[in-house]
Structures are given as C-alpha cells and as structure tokens.
C-alpha cells in the first residue's frame, strides 16, 4: 500500500484521453530528473479503429488556463484547430418563441465583486436587458467582435473568451504536443482484457500486440463504452433522462456563405420543437446540430428542422443533399467516478448534453483535480478518490440544476416536449428551493454552497433574467447602494462604447493572427 505511484496509463484517445495526459505530464512529467527514482510514466494507449465523437466544439474560458500551462502557443492553437473565439452562449426562442433572445456571456455583471446589481436592474427591466444593463459582452456579439486585439498577448482579453474548435484537429495537436514536448509514452492498440489484482484493483490491460500493460493509475476515457469504470468494475449509471429528455443529435459541417462570413463569438441555441440546435462558427466552417428528444420527435423530423434551419445559409439543394451524422447518448453519469486505482474522464464518467459546453470543462476539471492531488502512493488514493467522487457528484447535479433551468423557464407550450420539460414537478428539490428564494432575493454568493461551483451565481442571473424570471425584493436599498448601482451601469455603458469603438471583427482578428500571429506574453 506504500509503493510509490509512478506510472500511470490512459486509456483511450480524443480530447479526453489527450487533455488528461496533458494536464498530468505539465504537472508532474515534464523536466524531470532522469536520474531520479520517483518519476511518473504517463502512457496513452488507444485504438486506431475506434473513431472518436468528434462534436464537442465549445470551451470555457478556463482552457486558455490549460493551454497555457500545457506550454502550447495560443496562435498555433487558434491555426491549427480551426479555432475562433467563444465569449458565451446566445439564445433565442426558448421563452416565448417569438424571435426573443437572450446572452449568457462570460464577464461576469460590472463590479460583481464589489455589489449585485441585479436587484437595482429590476426597475429598467423594461428599457434593457439585463446582459446588456450590466456587461459589454452581449454588445460585442450582436456586432461579432472579438475578445482582443491583434496587439494583446497570448491568452490575455478585453473581455473574457474561451474557443469554438474543430474536436478532430485539436485532439491532434494535444497529441502531438504530448508526445514530443510533455514526454508521454503513446501505444496504438487495441485493448483485448482487463487484468485484476489480487486486490481488487486494476493490475494491466492485454493489448492485441503489446502485451500487458501494467500501470499504478489508470484513467478510463473509453467513452460511453466505459470499458474500465462501467463494464469492468460495473459502476452503476446514473440516468438524468427524467430531468434533462434529450437523448439524440443530429450534427453536420455547413460551409460559410463567403469566404468574408462574419464569424460569431456565442455558441447560437436556437430552440426547436423537441430540443435546440447548436451553430457554431469556426473560420472555415460552421458547426450545426441538433440536441433533441426521441421521445417526443422522430429523427426523419428532427432532421427536416435541421435542414430547414441550414437551407438559408447554404440553399435549399445543399440543404436537402448534405450528409447528416446521428449521435445517441444516455444522459447521466455514473455513481462514482473513482473506483479503486481507476477514475473516469470524459465520456466514461458521463455526459448530459451539448448545452453550456460543459463536457470539455469537466475533463479539464476531473483531469486538473488528479493531476493536483496526485497520490503519493496506493494507500492515499482511497482518500483522494473518496473527495473526488465527493467533488464530482456535486459538479454533476449542479450541472443538472443549471441547464434544467434553461428549460424549466420556458413559456412555451407549442409542443408536448416544451409543456413537459417545463413543468415544475419535474425539477430536482435543489433547483426547486432555489427558484422559491429567487423570486425575492437576487442570485449572489451565498448561492454557492460548494468551493469552485461549476457556475457562479451571475450565470444563474444571466438565465434567469434573460428568461423573464421576476425578483420581487421586498425591503428598499440603502440610498448608498443605489447610488453604487447608478455609478456601476453608467461605468458598463461607457465601457461598453470605448470596446465597440476599438475592437476588430472576429474574422479580421483572426486573419491578422494568421498573417502575423499574436504576441508572446
């Protein structure tokens, strides 16, 4: 139980598999002293015939952070992933249906630190929205400018950004950098059978021509297939169907109208009968789809809403003609993630469905987590994998909470699935108690019961009050305050003016990075 952990073995590719290994190897393989007896092996193994999903194409902020310290340049990035700059998520139609929209950005609300100004918005409600009243993100997206200047470092912003990205080209370059700067070790293979100890744990895995591949950790990123957390220690999953109904995509590439096609900094959501379709807004392409419902949809007519949905940017023919790939999922995750010496990232602990781009976000957070609490040795990691699956199941039921509230706002009930998804008996207690005290105290931090909420309270704000939602304070604030509030909104608009003024098109910024890349920091 005391033998030092040092190796570790990841099994399976994409961007799970790559992201972990890059997060670990920064951490702790990177630079080591070769002549030292504790050393970590990290080691991918991964099937070439296993094609991976490939649709996950939304980061949050938080991946310049990992980039960064995995020492990848973020105009290499930018070139060779296809990638664009993602500053939060637009919505439209998901309240009424009636061509509203709505921003989630990723600034928080001006001053957030200092005051919530969500209670003083309350008497504008009907002059502005509330994203507009209290960030300058929502501006820039109704215009597609960029987070940055072609004169700001790498990673650096004038309003904060993650990326849209081509899933494909980007498991490539993390690949790539594992293998020739982070020093991971990477077998292609195909895995045959899993060997046990006489403890229970995980001892090797058979590979078709590697033989055993022993290991002290292993991360399972088989995808849904699980093959290590799911089919071999048989953890139970976890259904949220209940809750979240969606259960299918359809998803394709569309071509840009023009080479010169504004390129859009919001992953657009645009709701549909049974689901929403996602666009997102690559350089050379955009990426569309379909989350929806088999329930309450079949897929010949989800897949005539989504062409109809494409016919206006590619014609009526292309449209019709083009071919349209079909993904099923389960949503949920699994009863624990960390099980004896394995721990599941990715796919394999679960996934509930494209809304907020929180699959790539929990692989850098259950990846981050190992990496920073890394067990010395067999008899810490029980303790370890116990505040994991502590940590996790938390994550995954705010995750649950929050994109719930997406839909359980709606005012629609054009359709069975909206009147359904919709209807407050089905909301988990959590969510339920929140929304009671919302009605007359404004989201803040005390909402925050955990460390590193997956959300911070003014993501709740931007939903809830992009969704109508009403909070009826019942005591006036101090005349102090409101003057604090009036300062912090005229601060906002002249913010707001300075950015439009000053910041390029997405697509001109992008060009420049390409033409001369940004500076080093």
């Known amino acids: 139980m005391q033998k030092p952990l040092k190796k570790i073995v990841i099994v399976g590719g994409g961007s799970a598999g790559w992201l972990s290994a890059g997060i670990i190897a920064a951490e702790h393989a990177a630079d080591q002293d070769l002549t030292s007896q504790n050393n970590l092996e990290v080691t991918l193994i991964e099937s070439a015939d296993v094609p991976t999903i490939g649709v996950g194409e939304g980061t949050w902020p938080s991946m310049r952070t990992t980039l960064k310290k995995m020492g990848i340049s973020e105009t290499e990035f930018l070139l060779a992933c296809d990638a664009s700059f993602k500053q939060g998520s637009k919505f439209t139609n998901w309240h009424t249906n009636t061509n509203e929209y709505y921003y989630h950005p990723y600034t928080l609300p001006h001053g957030f630190n200092e005051t919530n100004l969500a209670p003083f918005w309350q008497a504008y409600r009907d002059q502005i929205s509330f994203a507009d009243a209290v960030c300058t993100q929502s501006h820039l997206g109704e215009r597609d400018l960029a987070p940055k200047q072609i004169s700001t470092a790498e990673y650096d912003f004038n309003a904060n950004y993650g990326y849209h990205l081509d899933a494909g080209k980007f498991a490539t370059l993390l690949k790539n950098h594992c293998i020739q ?8 293979d195909h895995v045959t059978k899993v060997n046990s100890a006489e403890n229970g744990d995980i001892d090797s895995i058979s590979s078709k021509s590697h033989g055993d591949i022993s290991g002290d950790l292993f991360i399972d990123c088989t995808g849904t297939s699980s093959l290590l957390l799911g089919k071999h220690f048989g953890i139970p999953f976890v259904s949220q169907k209940h809750v979240l109904f969606n259960d299918s995509a359809l998803a394709v590439h569309v071509p840009h109208q023009s080479p010169d096609s504004p390129i859009g900094s919001f992953t657009c959501a645009t709701a549909q009968s049974a689901g929403w379709i996602w666009d997102i807004a690559l350089p050379s392409r955009r990426g569309v789809g379909y989350a929806y419902s088999s329930a309450y949809i079949s897929d010949e007519s989800a897949e005539q809403e989504l062409r109809a ?89 705010n995750i649950v909470d929050f994109l719930k509230l997406h839909y359980v706002l709606s005012k629609r009930s054009d359709s069975d699935y909206w009147r359904d998804i919709s209807d407050n008996s089905q909301l988990p207690e959590s969510l339920q108690e929140q929304l009671t005290l919302w009605k007359t105290q404004a989201p803040y931090y005390y909402d925050a019961t955990h460390t590193e909420e997956m959300f911070p309270s003014a993501s709740y704000q931007y939903i809830l009050y992009g969704m109508g939602f009403v909070t009826e304070e019942p005591r006036k604030k101090r005349l102090d305050l409101t003057k604090r509030a009036e300062r912090l909104f005229n601060d906002n608009a002249k913010h707001t003016k300075h950015l439009l003024a000053t910041l390029p098109t997405n697509r001109d910024l992008l060009n420049k990075i390409k033409q001369f890349g940004l500076p080093k920091i």
């Open 309 to 397: 949905y494409i016919a206006p940017i590619m014609g009526d023919k292309e449209a019709h003609n083009i071919a349209i790939r079909k993904i099923s999922f389960d949503p949920g995750h699994r009863e624990k993630f960390w099980h004896k010496n394995c721990v599941a990232i990715g796919l394999s602990a679960g996934f509930i469905e494209p809304l907020e781009a929180t699959a790539l976000a929990l692989i850098e957070l259950s990846a981050k987590m190992v990496s920073e609490q890394l067990p010395a040795n067999r008899l810490a990691m029980d303790i370890v994998a116990k505040r994991f699956n502590s940590k996790f199941l938390h994550r995954w039921q």
């Open 181 to 188: 700067k982070l020093g991971v070790k990477h077998i292609v």
